[in-house]
C-alpha cells in the first residue's frame, strides 16, 4: 500500500516536472513591524526621510502566484500605504510631505507586485516588476532586490523615483528659497511570514 501510493507522488510529480506547466498558488503574507520603508528626498538646504509606520500593517495580503523555472508571476499582490502613517519628522514637513502627494483626494500609495524575475546566469540577481500607484497615476518600474530567508522571508531594495512622473509638483517654500528634487528614493526592508 505504502509503494503504491509513493508510485503515484512520484508519478505525479514528474508528470508535473516535465510538463512544464507553471502552478498556480495561493497564499497569504504578513509584514512584520520590523519592516522598514523609507522616502529619501534632497533640499538645497537638508535632506529628509519620512518612514512608514510599518506597525499598521497588520492585515494578511492574499496573494496567487504562477512560479516556472526562474519566473514567477504574481495576481492580487497590493501592499497599500496610508499617506498619513509616514513621519518625516516634524509636523510642517509632514503637512508638506501631504500636500505634495495630494493625499486628500488619493489618501494612499499603492505597490503592486506584477512579477519576480531571477537570472539564470547568476542565480543572486532578482528583479521585481512592480507598479507603483500615486495620486492616482500607475508607472511599472524594474527594481534589483534581495530575497534572503532566515527565520522569515526579507526582502531588499531601492528605487529612485520622479515625482513629475506622477504628476506631482514640488512645493516652494519661504518664496522659493527652499527647492526640493523632483527625484526620491523609496528605501525597503520588508521582513514576511507566509502562512
Request: hydrophobic share 45%.
Given at each position: 500500500?505504502i509503494?503504491?501510493?509513493?508510485?503515484?507522488?512520484?508519478?505525479?510529480?514528474?508528470?508535473?516536472?516535465?510538463?512544464?506547466?507553471?502552478?498556480?498558488?495561493?497564499?497569504?503574507?504578513?509584514?512584520?513591524?520590523?519592516?522598514?520603508?523609507?522616502?529619501?528626498?534632497?533640499?538645497?538646504?537638508?535632506?529628509?526621510?519620512c518612514?512608514f509606520?510599518?506597525?499598521?500593517?497588520?492585515?494578511?495580503?492574499?496573494?496567487?502566484?504562477?512560479?516556472?523555472?526562474?519566473?514567477?508571476?504574481?495576481?492580487?499582490?497590493?501592499?497599500?500605504?496610508?499617506?498619513k502613517?509616514?513621519?518625516?519628522g516634524?509636523?510642517?514637513?509632514?503637512?508638506?510631505?501631504?500636500?505634495?502627494?495630494?493625499?486628500?483626494?488619493?489618501?494612499?500609495?499603492?505597490?503592486r507586485?506584477?512579477?519576480?524575475?531571477?537570472?539564470?546566469?547568476?542565480?543572486?540577481?532578482?528583479?521585481?516588476?512592480?507598479d507603483?500607484?500615486?495620486?492616482?497615476?500607475?508607472?511599472?518600474?524594474?527594481?534589483?532586490?534581495?530575497?534572503?530567508?532566515?527565520?522569515?522571508?526579507?526582502?531588499?531594495?531601492?528605487?529612485?523615483?520622479?515625482?513629475?512622473?506622477?504628476?506631482?509638483?514640488?512645493?516652494?517654500?519661504?518664496?522659493?528659497?527652499?527647492?526640493?528634487?523632483?527625484?526620491?528614493?523609496?528605501?525597503?526592508?520588508?521582513?514576511?511570514?507566509?502562512?
Amino acid at each position: 500500500m505504502i509503494l503504491k501510493k509513493l508510485a503515484i507522488v512520484l508519478s505525479v510529480l514528474l508528470a508535473v516536472s516535465f510538463s512544464g506547466s507553471p502552478v498556480k498558488t495561493q497564499s497569504e503574507i504578513i509584514i512584520k513591524p520590523s519592516s522598514k520603508l523609507t522616502i529619501h528626498g534632497i533640499t538645497n538646504v537638508a535632506n529628509f526621510a519620512c518612514k512608514f509606520n510599518t506597525v499598521t500593517l497588520k492585515d494578511e495580503i492574499a496573494i496567487s502566484y504562477t512560479a516556472k523555472s526562474c519566473h514567477t508571476s504574481f495576481e492580487n499582490a497590493l501592499l497599500v500605504l496610508d499617506n498619513k502613517e509616514f513621519d518625516c519628522g516634524r509636523k510642517i514637513i509632514n503637512k508638506d510631505f501631504n500636500d505634495l502627494l495630494k493625499s486628500d483626494t488619493y489618501p494612499q500609495i499603492a505597490i503592486r507586485l506584477k512579477e519576480v524575475v531571477r537570472s539564470k546566469t547568476d542565480p543572486k540577481i532578482v528583479t521585481a516588476h512592480v507598479d507603483f500607484i500615486i495620486a492616482g497615476v500607475t508607472k511599472s518600474y524594474q527594481i534589483p532586490i534581495h530575497i534572503s530567508r532566515d527565520q522569515a522571508l526579507t526582502v531588499n531594495g531601492k528605487i529612485k523615483l520622479n515625482i513629475r512622473d506622477f504628476g506631482l509638483e514640488n512645493p516652494k517654500k519661504m518664496l522659493g528659497l527652499i527647492k526640493i528634487e523632483d527625484v526620491v528614493t523609496v528605501h525597503f526592508h520588508l521582513d514576511m511570514d507566509i502562512i
